[in-house]
């Protein structure tokens, strides 16, 4: 029967427990040495840029883009004009434009027009009228004529005098009216894709180097990841304060900060703020995050980046998966994105079983990630739970089975349905030697299940899954060297009552053996709840706070 434990007095020292869990961190940062990130464009020595830009008193550089877009302009124009005037060119282009366009039409004017010649008297005059009268007469002067007309269509006449005609005529203007039309087509989108180019070729790593020149980032993110709070270090690592090198404290949001300092001299230099954003993830486990920022000259920031952690990817992990955390960072500069640190950084991910983490205070907060009451194989069991209760009805904390007791009474009726539902599926308990040892592989109830055996954690995870899943205040104990679950008899009062329940591996025991052994093996350890060595961690206020359960397949 319920036993009454001076629940309070530990209750307010399990909430202070957690006060300090999700408040402090003890975190051993670790990370690369603070890396430059692209040669000669940052580093905490200020390089000069480059001559007649910055200067060696290392200001920064002004950027006039519309003087330098003119002056580019400029100089294609006339580059590009000088080009036309080339006698290739010239020869080239109006040839082929000329044959194409006026050749055809023009010869044959020049046909006509000479055909017609003959027939003029000039022409005529210069035979001698009379032998001609005499001897040939009109016969023979068609004939003459017909053969003057033939050889107008020879090949070398037309080419030789269409041309030299062409050149006389057409040429100059023709030629003054192709360089302007060629002129004309650079001052549209052929041109504005020149300039880019040249602007990015020519300018764009003085502006880029001018910008970053002043800008350090380090990343001093942990290289120890573990699956099982993957997903919950923004609730571990909330508004953690750490020191840094030079003793203040600086606040973080996540166990990856990447620290940003610009070194820009305020009492020499002109200086302004800068936007910076944070690019990281890591591959095949989380998507790209994306973090901003602004930092004041002479100043520092902290970026810290919050993973999504990709839920199979974590769960189809058996064994240490050595990986590395990409991490980019970028002055953004009149809609520029220039690159300034850059690096791979070597990371070890733990699968979601392993129940040890080093940055946590007391890892033991975190054992409701274990506790997963929205699983199927949970909900199968709740089923049977149901059927095994008066008229199988599942009700808590009522008094509905045996009206004339209390509901602490009522309530016993159900643990005792759960534990003979968990007995009845075999589960060979199988010792350890400690409860949450470090580095210790915690299985999740569905594991528990599905391998028919399990340490006393692991027993007591899959036994407080059901409890919550019902809807008890439910309690994860720990004693030194050993886990176990409690719940509160009555929600109205403090009074807790205990399951051993490593017992359901026994097929010999009954519910009243297993609730008068965790009776017994509380009362042993009330010493140790004033030391803190054990724990009552209650479920209902890690959901409040929001430690919730992992996500498993």
């Known amino acids: 029967m319920a036993v009454e434990k001076h629940y309070f007095q530990f209750f307010n020292k399990l909430l202070v427990l957690i006060t300090v869990a999700l408040s402090l961190c003890m975190v051993a940062c670790s990370g690369a040495d603070g890396k430059d990130g692209i040669a000669g464009a940052d580093g905490r020595d200020g390089r000069d840029g480059l001559p007649g830009t910055n200067g060696k008193d290392g200001r920064d550089a002004v950027v006039n883009l519309d003087s330098l877009a003119n002056a580019i302009r400029k100089e294609i124009s006339a580059s590009l004009w000088d080009s036309v ?114 602007y990015d070729s020519v300018y764009s790593d003085i502006y880029r180097q001018s910008v970053i020149r002043t800008l350090y980032a380090e990343d001093d993110g942990m290289d120890e990841i573990y699956g099982a709070y993957a997903n919950q270090y923004s609730l571990m690592y909330k508004d953690f304060p750490i ?46 995050i994306t973090t901003t920022g602004v930092v004041e000259p002479n100043s520092k920031i902290v970026l810290s980046p919050s993973f999504k952690f990709d839920d199979f990817a974590l769960y189809s992990l058996q064994t240490p998966k050595p990986t590395f955390r990409q991490v980019e960072v970028y002055a953004l500069e009149n809609d520029h994105k220039i690159l300034f640190y850059s690096e791979s950084k070597s990371i070890t991910i733990h699968p979601m079983q392993i129940f040890s983490n080093e940055a946590i205070p007391d890892k033991r907060m975190w054992i409701g990630v274990w506790v997963t009451p929205m699983a199927d194989s949970i909900s199968r069991i709740v089923d049977e739970v149901a059927k095994k ?48 040892s470090l580095g210790q592989r915690v299985n ?108 498993i397949p």
């Not at 166990?255 to 302004?272: A, E, G």
């Open 389 to 436: 209760l008066p008229d199988g009805k599942l009700a808590v904390y009522q008094e509905i089975y045996f009206p004339d007791y209390s509901k602490a009474i009522n309530s016993m009726l159900v643990i005792n349905a759960v534990f003979e539902v968990l007995q009845s599926r075999n589960i060979k308990y199988v010792e350890n030697d400690g409860a949450g």
């Open 85 to 198: 005037k080339t006698a290739p060119n010239i020869d080239t282009v109006y040839k082929n434009l000329f044959d194409q366009a006026f050749g055809e039409a023009w010869m044959d004017s020049t046909r006509q027009a000479l055909i017609d010649s003959l027939y003029g008297d000039a022409y005529v005059d210069s035979v001698n009228e009379e032998l001609f009268d005499k001897a040939f007469g009109q016969a023979w002067l068609d004939s003459v004529r017909q053969t003057l007309i033939d050889s107008l269509y020879g090949e070398s006449y037309i080419d030789s005098a269409y041309k030299s005609r062409f050149d006389s005529s057409f040429s100059e203007a023709w030629i003054d009216s192709a360089r302007q039309a060629l002129i004309d087509s650079l001052k549209q989108a052929d041109y504005d894709s020149l300039y880019i180019k040249l």
């Open 444 to 551: 999740y109830p569905t594991e528990t299940l599905r391998k028919k055996q399990g340490i006393c954690i692991e027993t007591a995870v899959l036994f407080a899954s059901v409890l919550e899943r019902i809807g008890f205040k439910t309690f994860v104990i720990f004693v030194p060297g050993h886990a176990f679950v409690g719940w509160l008899a009555d929600p109205q009062d403090s009074d807790m009552d205990f399951v051993e329940t490593t017992m359901i591996g026994d097929p010999n025991a009954t519910f009243i053996d297993a609730n008068i052994e965790g009776n017994d093996v509380y009362d042993a350890n009330l010493e140790y709840f004033v030391s803190g060595e054990a724990i009552a961690v209650p479920i209902d206020l890690l959901r409040q706070v929001g430690i919730m359960p992992n996500n």
């Open 243 to 288: 020191a840094d090198e030079n003793g203040d404290s600086i606040t973080i949001q996540s166990p990856f900060p990447i620290f940003i300092t610009d070194s820009c001299n305020t009492t020499i230099d002109v200086c302004n703020p800068k936007k910076v954003m944070v690019k990281t993830w890591i591959p095949d486990f989380t998507d790209t």
